[in-house]
């Protein structure tokens, strides 16, 4: 028996001191602070973690990340799922959620299957999978049913890419009539692919006259956001035909967050998420400037303008956005550097596993978010939209005792030099960030003890998910 | 030391099977069934209150009621605080908040320490004040300072009832400006008064040729939905000015519900309650009536049309409306009748205090609204926007130990025959209802004891609010 | 010299008093009644229409008409440019633009020279043609500059009808870009055709259980307005990119008016047309009717529900929308009856080249639309917008003599036993009108002599456009 | 008879070359140049006027000027009727409409009277008056009848200037539905002003510390853009409750005009005008400034950020505002300068009735608008609003001959060296034109021949007008 003593623990709605009781891979009980019952358990305790002037919180939650993802022959994601769980868990997040690929011509069930012989026994945390879909067809519909049975209940689909991930409107309607029939989540990659395509194109034929027009800018001048936002609204058109929930993934500007707000208002079933760089970098900062800065930023969607960054706070106080997560795909300076003379080239992702929880926090330091909201976000919403509640994203009895000790005070500075994650270069190098994770539990082991990590690859388990909690 | 064992506890976020310990007027613990500490605690506890099948909810919280409520000399509300916080604990809500009422001419700290001597040991369960003022004037304004000081966070105004309690827009920018200061939360009743006074009036002068235009179905045609609207952005815009936070009361119409959420949407600290009254009840059923059903139908804004409830069940699920209340205002039929031959003469108002959790499950029932939203609307919301939460809203350690039994398979059917108010008809006659307060706490003593009223006058105490948690 | 006396000249403005002098094909002169040029005009004046109790109105401007097109091997609408222009001068309209269509793997020339060859020497009135281009690519494009320099200044794509007449948003941001900087303007039959096809394989799948699913009403239910909305919302996306000018053909609900209206708010060059039988005609009368009567109104958009009539005469009031035209395509009853088993296999359109004057009178008559607004959607808008003002469109010195002598007081009704359209039925049997045509004039040339028809084939000559006259 | 040869006559769809004929104060006759007709025309001419090269306009219609109008007993704006009407000659304003201002305590026929007495034979040009109320009440809403009957067909309202012209919602109301019952046109200064007056005695208290809050600044700062967008929702409202046409004077603000754009996306009878200082001069360059520009540039509304500027010529351009008025009511320095210590005490007002038509030339020299909506917004649709087409705002047999012959290459510099309003300023000194008026006749008689004043005080008469055209 573990008893965290003394801290504050935050939930979504608000924060009080509680001590927190964990026997074995749970928590067992919540406790006033000083009552008889807290005296007792300390006695018996095998542990007691001072938790004095730290936050206690539920482990963080990141449902999209990209952990040894091969791209491209030349590109894959740089954190395998031992080091991209590290890093998670040095940051606090103690339950990830990355996807199973099926791409072109390949079983649902393979895919899976695949995956999973990735993932196990080398996670640090708690994973699941969402199923990403590359070839929707008769079959692979059919066998989304599988895959929910066995805890992958949320499915992602790709209006971008065309030619790889990319589902037309067809293929996409399709899948939410069979994802209404099953309960089942559809993710969106909300960007027009195609007509993204047209934009890389042209900017390719203009090599000829200005070659800054393969430039990193290119990146984000070709994918504006107006093809985002386009992209939501028809995502949330077509899942109004089928009467499916819907889940836009990393939106990334005002506009399309417009297009998410007004379906919400309408009272849909739609959700959004959007991710820190999204929040913290902007185009002009970064994308913007040539050379190694600029490839290191491109990601997709892009870093847009930096005056849509109140836009998106003040979605994720407001409800319009649900959830934060990373959309965690970082490479390492040679992959970048394939695009150097033609921002096409480059892989496109960041690393920000490890620093959700600390970015996020620097809007509860500047008033933007409540720091309920901050644990809403971050751990009990998602938690809840992909059906692990109350397993996961809560402190109280019966849940995972995944635990994250937080000083709210610490001063640190993010760089590539102290990071856990496997790359050579950070997307937030210099940032200076107040808060700090001192300590973690996963499933009721320590993690991360004090700033030292002592847990190990293969305690993390696969969570089998069941439908999602938000749906009306 | 009393454990309440078995029953699933309901939060704002989601449902879990949780032991419940009370020591004195607190909780002190939230236990695992079954654990080692839970049979500790049930070794100890000088009582065990079995929640099998229950829900255990965090005591209901109404901000919005008036007992004994003189509105004219010839009507009084009929419940004192007495009858009235009795009825409230039937129903499950163990805090309620009325107004001080500060009348033109009266000194704020008049009408508060009257208000005071009204209620002091009186009360059933907990109760606070909001102060009502009736005479914005520089004075008036100081002793806002004392009163927030004095645990009364909250003032509400009026843009209806010209010559009684109107405010004009310079006495609310001016309360506004001066609530922004004391970080007080403004509440606004919000109605043209002035433009609906015309519509009274014409009324009157219409009734020569047509005695139907002052029938209670002309109670709410002279009182539009496009009036409160109007009212509601107006309140918005001067709060702009003033950069204060408000709180609309007893929404009820779509119209006005898009006023709130096109301020919300900009993130604006804007924030609305709806009443079970207007998710309900409909002109066309009650108010468009002849004779005393319309006339029992009558309150203030009144009822609308049965298209808008759709909207307003949205408004509840999207958190465009933040709270449900009662604005509980009950007159019994020789006060009604006043109005027989002329609408104008009824005093307003419904009682429903004792139904507000009761009305709402029904929405969990029909799905309009989760089990957690239910929970976050009648109880922790309402807590956090007026300065209770940790002490009131939510089951952890520490929080007063207000906390129903909540038989969510029970069928009754409302009716004056068994209801607690003091009222001798009711608004709800025949309604009937799945799901049923079967035992109730407040502060840890057992008020309802399985459908049997234990309480006593006086056990209820006043609460001193703090400001809102939820302003950003 | 032709004068025409004593009637009331309506322009897009209002209506005044004016004797008009023809002057070979053109207009040369508008005069006060009664002044000294006026007798001096009647003296010389080869022929003196009079006018009393008539509008003198500038002829009708049609910009959507299909004349003799081939739909499918089995399916030529019914009328050819002979019996089409001639129901056009009895309805009052003086111009209507037709369609060059571009199938795949057909040169944009030879497709202009082809229609050119089936109209030519065979109109009434006169024509002109957009071009439809069914086949975007570099060569198509380049193409569009030559089909400009010779009046076809106006290019049509297609967001339905995949295989056929389909183009995918590249091809559509690769058409406007190339419209862009040609100044042309780009007409989009805005419906989401991949998704419909979904919905009408669905359609088809279900018959085996349930043959109402492949009824007329399924044709509505397939191409449901959420749709129509989605590819207007998306087409202005793309727009905006390209930085084009957009007019949506045939809009036919409110969902896709408000898409139009928003983008129109913004300031955007987005324009759109509706057609007589979506202010007139409904779902619930017709479509959702068995048999007959529904295969004969199928058309595409598909007729909505009456609800939506509203907000389309709303729209016209308020210039959301600018044109009413009619996409005339009638089919007789066999080819209607292709469909008898299966909507899928109905050739679709209606027919009211010879109505649309009339039709749009009744809103006048019931005041949905001044008069002088019925003038300008159905005459000066469309010539302004699509190249042919001052020419077309208007009543004043130097602009062709296209005038129209309509009586506002006749009756008459609608039936497929009077009208001048070559099809053996009419979707608009039985509609009473108040208000008729009498006299028409072309270029100059009495077409309709007081309902006696006049004209000849071969008189209607080809108008070359120049480009549109709106755009900002 | 005069003849205007060689020029293009410019209308609200379009331009075209026309000869115009005027016999008397009418015009006669509009001919083909070099047409048999006009060769008679020309023939017959007692004086040929040649406008090659010129814009032949109908003479521009101001609603909204304030002449000589007694603001305070120290106050009186700048020009009388003949100054007033001569600048405006000189500017191609050949109507204005002033006000009959009703005070307290006055009757309507009496205000009526005496402001009839002040231009009755003073005038260069027609007028007309709407009537002011400052004194709603029984009486003057029966005497509203008879001002209709006199030909003042609409009413203007202030929400605006508490104790002055102010009435409150139910007076605003009362009048609405009198002017529903009667047809008229209510008009609406749009500004809260009971709110606006805490504003400005903040600003006094706050002078005590900081001088600045006494500042011309302040006057914008005061009346900030929130206030007007309310206001103008507030009437919006107060117009549906009613069933009332309404129109937005001087509309200043994008927050306003989105007010006015969601009603008149509604299909609402709702109308606005901007003036030229909105859409030219900003706070920044002006008001923001110290001293006597600060103080000269003080009207109500305020000059508003160079932000919104964008939005109101979007507006213009997209009909959502409708006319553009002057509001001219300029008070020179030595008036200006009584505020120099207090920004309350300046009269507020600009003079423009002299340059409102060159200054909307910009706007199409810019391509903000096109010509034909420069003659609309200035000319045509003010005359069909306020009941005076098609005998003013259109060249077209039977019209009053108000015929403006514009340069559109000509080159010149606004300044009061220059210009001829009885004001010792300008708001506008050295703007550079492109454009310029050179010849103006008011009903038939030459009032600046080319570029000289040949006008005469009398001349201009009352213009009776009827209700407005524009309603549906």
Redesign the interface.
């Known amino acids: 028996m573990i008893v965290i003593r003394g801290g504050t623990?935050v939930?979504?709605?608000?924060?009080?001191?509680?001590?927190v009781?964990i026997?074995g891979e749970?928590?067992?009980?919540?406790?006033?602070?000083g009552?008889?019952?807290?005296t007792?358990?300390a006695g018996?305790a095998d542990r007691i973690i001072e938790a004095d002037g730290m936050y206690v919180l539920p482990g963080g939650v990141d449902v999209h990340v990209h952990l040894q993802l091969e791209m491209t022959p030349d590109a894959t994601s740089a954190d395998d799922f031992t080091t991209g769980t590290t890093a998670a868990a040095w940051g606090g997040t103690t339950t990830v959620i990355d996807f199973a690929g099926q791409q072109v011509g390949m079983a649902v069930g393979d895919a899976i299957e695949a995956r999973h012989g990735e993932a196990d026994g080398r996670c640090v945390v708690d994973y699941g999978f969402h199923l990403a879909m590359g070839d929707v067809h008769p079959q692979s519909l059919l066998d989304l049913g599988a895959a929910i049975d066995d805890g992958i209940s949320s499915c992602k689909l790709f209006m971008a890419y065309p030619g790889v991930w990319y589902s037309?409107?067809?293929q996409i309607?399709?899948a939410m009539?069979r994802a209404k029939d099953l309960g089942a989540m559809v993710m969106m990659h909300a960007e027009?692919g195609?007509?993204i395509?047209?934009?890389r194109r042209?900017a390719g034929e203009a090599a000829a006259l200005d070659p800054a027009s393969l430039a990193p800018a290119m990146h984000g001048r070709t994918r504006?956001a107006?093809?985002e936002?386009?992209a939501v609204?028809?995502a949330v058109?077509?899942a109004?035909?089928a009467e499916a929930p819907l889940y836009i993934v990393h939106l990334s500007s005002a506009e399309a967050l417009e297009a998410v707000?007004s379906a919400?208002?309408?009272?849909r079933n739609v959700f959004a998420e959007t991710c820190p760089q999204y929040l913290h970098l902007s185009f002009e900062e970064h994308l913007d400037q040539h050379g190694i800065d600029g490839l290191r930023h491109i990601c997709s969607p892009p870093l847009r303008s930096q005056q849509g960054h109140d836009d998106l706070w003040?979605g994720l106080?407001?409800?319009?956005l649900s959830v934060v997560s990373t959309d965690h795909c970082p490479f390492c300076d040679n992959e970048k550097l394939l695009g150097a003379t033609d921002f096409r080239d480059t892989p496109n992702g960041l690393g920000s596993i490890e620093h959700r929880m600390d970015l996020l926090h620097q809007g509860v330091v500047a008033?933007?978010?409540?720091l309920a909201r901050w644990v809403d976000v971050c751990s009990?919403t998602p938690a809840?939209l992909f059906g692990m509640?109350?397993r996961k994203?809560?402190i109280?009895?019966?849940?995972d005792a995944d635990i994250v000790l937080y000083d709210p005070a610490a001063q640190h500075v993010l760089s590539a030099e102290t990071h856990h994650m496997a790359i050579d270069h950070s997307a937030w190098e210099g940032m200076a960030i107040t808060g700090q994770v001192r300590t973690v539990l996963s499933r009721g082991s320590v993690v991360i003890d004090d700033r030292t990590f002592v847990g190990r690859a293969g305690h993390g388990q696969f969570v089998r998910r069941g439908l999602s909690?938000?749906l009306?």
Chains 1, 2, 3, 4 share one sequence.
Do not use: C, K, M
């Open positions: 623990v939930s979504a709605t608000g924060a009080a001191p509680a001590d009781v026997d749970r928590i067992s009980a919540l406790l006033a602070p009552s008889l019952l807290a007792d358990a018996r037309d409107d067809g309607l399709d009539f027009n195609i007509a395509d047209v934009l042209r504006p107006v093809l936002a386009e609204n028809r058109a077509l109004e035909v707000a919400r208002h309408d009272g003040r106080r407001t409800d319009q008033d933007e978010i409540s009990t809840r509640y109350p994203g809560v109280q009895p019966g849940a909690e938000l009306v």
